[in-house]
């Protein structure tokens, strides 16, 4: 049997969402053993002069537990 746990990070790109998801899910990786998965649980464009300037996600991110 495993537990798991969920915590929940953001994570901001200048770039794309999917750039920002990758970004938030490697840094939880850096600090978190045993990642399983990510859900997007909101996200959002910054914007600036009519203009994207950051794309931003908060994650849901479950990893396992040591025994």
Same mark, same amino acid.
Request: net charge negative; glycine share 2%.
């Given at each position: 049997?495993?537990? !798991?746990?969920? =915590?929940?990070?953001?994570?901001? $790109?200048?770039?794309?969402? &999917?750039?920002?998801?990758?970004?938030?899910?490697? %840094? !939880?990786?850096? =600090?978190?053993?045993?990642?399983? $998965?990510?859900?997007?649980? &909101?996200?959002?464009?910054?914007?600036?002069?009519? %203009?994207?300037?950051?794309?931003?996600?908060?994650?849901?991110?479950?990893?396992?537990?040591?025994?």
């Amino acid at each position: 049997m495993s537990v !798991a746990r969920v =915590t929940e990070i953001s994570a901001t $790109s200048t770039k794309s969402f &999917e750039d920002a998801i990758n970004l938030g899910v490697a %840094r !939880a990786s850096e =600090t978190l053993r045993n990642v399983r $998965s990510a859900w997007v649980k &909101e996200q959002q464009a910054h914007v600036e002069d009519g %203009r994207i300037v950051s794309y931003q996600v908060n994650l849901m991110v479950t990893f396992v537990l040591d025994d």
